[in-house]
């Protein structure tokens, strides 16, 4: 049931909005605000939104337009509140205008806005309170997520301004504030949202490009590149960053052409994009200019090393460190420079030289350890990592490094002690938690293996190697367990195979299958039930398993669940000679049980219900020929001899050797006085007993009595 909604006084600038109103703002000359005005005087106001809305976008200062449209979205608002009660649409043109009040403009509040803004707040409160509106942080995130999908966009701020005032919300809520006011062109409110977002997290390439572009609307050029270079460094070659900055830099250009950064930096954006002709030239123009820059120079020679013109690249690198003989990169592309062209030694000594300015760089380690590798034996190799890992015992990668030469070199024990060191000194490199326990494993340690990738993984819960490692150890130990726990059933020591199969964790389908095993072996089928159906929850497209289980049960005498069981088992497999065999099995039990209780009321006279328990017998199997001989039975104390003669028939047919049928047929049909079918059953009962009895002397007596139907 929907509260009651107080009605609303539209809290406009002009109350009322009554014609004479508009006369005291000046009009501008714009066709979208003169019409926006008629429409709003008419009361057509979606009409007189979408005008002044466009009236503001022709116009971002005009301050008439902002204000008739806030009346036009206040009088929506009073509308859809008390005529056509709908509340959430009130809502929104509440919001839409009270971001024209509050949000819109920069310039200072004044007092009359400020209670207008005051009176607007109040009576939206009242509507969202009405509906049972949720205002929590993250409804008023997701609020403004729905209102911009809607086109919203006012309406969306209101809701964003909220969220963001909440740590959890702020980021995303000052993006989508700023997606919002770059796209109303109020662009310096968007910049400022941008950048409160840029200070939640800084390694956002999509916001940095955002601002960026925002800048370039601003005119703001030098902070628009430094936000597209740094969009640029965390991404893989954006082409469209690149682009964006190729404009920069060609406009630049054209406005500076004596500009040399301008040239290099155009130079740099078309080597990156692959342009290197280009980008050639822009360098060779920046250097004519400037012949005394370095970055430019730098640039040069990474062009010609990315075109395999390694002594161009080789000469550029020289002629920087003649000027500045400690420039680490200079030495470091040489160095790359040389290795391209084999000459592994010249390399090695400018990696040298590059890490002497740098000891901490490690891409210059990495690369120096790479040129070792190729030049040193195994042996020297590990005498040299040794010997440079005792001038920095810190270094973590060193140590790391040492131990996988270690763990290659097959020296399994020195491995562990430089892993665990380098786990130490640097515990978030996922790396050596994988290969220590890769160590382990070769030294059939699986539970320390084990022990290990479960550290990792609570330190690395999203690293998908240390989880696939951590699957294998455990199926391969449980494997070897399970062998061993194999043996040991087939050995009948199931106690001792019990506790084997249960350290296997986490359990699987084949170790519960063990465990039911080995308790069904010591008749304990309960528990081994319990083990069973734990394995078929794992595996369920398991048919042996499911026989497992109704094996259990049967050996319980639980015919019903067996039974269950059994047909479970031949759905999956039809053809499973196991399940098929005891599904009869249990059939024949449960009609075994059936019949007994049947003759116990065939006996009391009880006939009605005795055969309701046979025909339950012969829904479950119709080839059970004494759930046919015992309903002839009852058919006849019935005096329905017909039936019964028809029953003793099937008998008959599913158990020739039941001959007794013969005799109780012969009977019923010298009641029915078919005294030659009588005869005929006399004499085939007669055939097929051997032993002499009370039966078959009234049989031969009978045959004596009726020989005058005895025709051939």
Known sequence: ??????????????????????????????????????????????????????????????????????????????????????????????????????????????????????????????????????????????????????????????????????????????????????????????????????????????????????YERLGQTDKAINEYNCALSKSDENQDILLSLETIWRQKVAEEPENAEAHANLGAVLQKKGDLTNALTEYQTAEKINPTNVTTRMNLGTLYQQQNNFDAAIQAYDSILRLYPNNKMAYYYKAQCLKAQGLKDAAIQNYKLALNLDTNDENIKSELFDMYKQTMTPDELLAYMYTELQKTPGDSLATYNYAYELHKAGKLDDAVTYYKQSIKLNPNYPNAYINLAQVYRQKNDYAAAKQILIDAKSLFPENGDIKKHLASVEAETGSIMFSEAAKLYQQQKYNEAIAIYNKIQPATAESNLGLGACYQALNNFQTAIEYFKKAFALDGSNADTAYYIGLAYSNMDDFANAKLYANKALSIDKNNKNAKDLLTYTIEQENIALLDKAMGFYEKKQLNEALKLINQALAQDSTDANAYYYRALVYDEQKKYNEAIADYSSALKNNPEMTIVYYAMAIDYDYLKQFKNALTNYKKFLATTKEQNEYTKYSEQRVKDLHQYDTP
């Open 1 to 214: 049931m929907k509260k009651l909604v107080l009605m609303l006084a539209v809290a406009m600038f002009i109350a009322g909005v009554r014609v004479n109103a508009y006369d005291e703002y000046q009009q501008p000359v714009s066709p979208y605000y003169t019409s926006g005005v008629q429409y709003l005087k008419s009361h057509q106001y979606t009409n007189a939104i979408t005008e002044l809305k466009k009236a503001l976008r022709e116009n971002p200062n005009d301050t008439s337009a902002r204000i008739q449209l806030i009346n036009a979205y206040l009088a929506r608002a009073a509308y859809f509140n008390n005529k056509a009660k709908q509340y959430n649409k009130s809502a929104n043109d509440l919001r839409s205008g009270l971001f024209y009040m509050k949000y819109y403009s920069t310039s200072p509040i004044d007092a009359a806005m400020m209670t207008n803004i005051q009176a607007t707040e109040n009576n939206l409160n009242i509507v969202m309170s009405s509906v049972d509106s949720d205002n929590s942080p993250k409804a008023r995130f997701e609020r403004g997520k729905t209102l911009r999908s809607q086109g919203e966009f006012a309406a969306a701020a209101i809701e964003y301004h909220a969220a963001q005032l909440d740590s959890a919300y702020k980021k995303d809520a000052s993006v989508a504030l700023g997606d919002i006011y770059y796209i109303l062109n109020l662009n310096e409110q968007a910049a400022n949202f941008y950048e409160q977002a840029i200070k939640c997290d800084a390694s956002n390439v999509e916001t940095h490009l955002k601002l960026a572009r925002v």
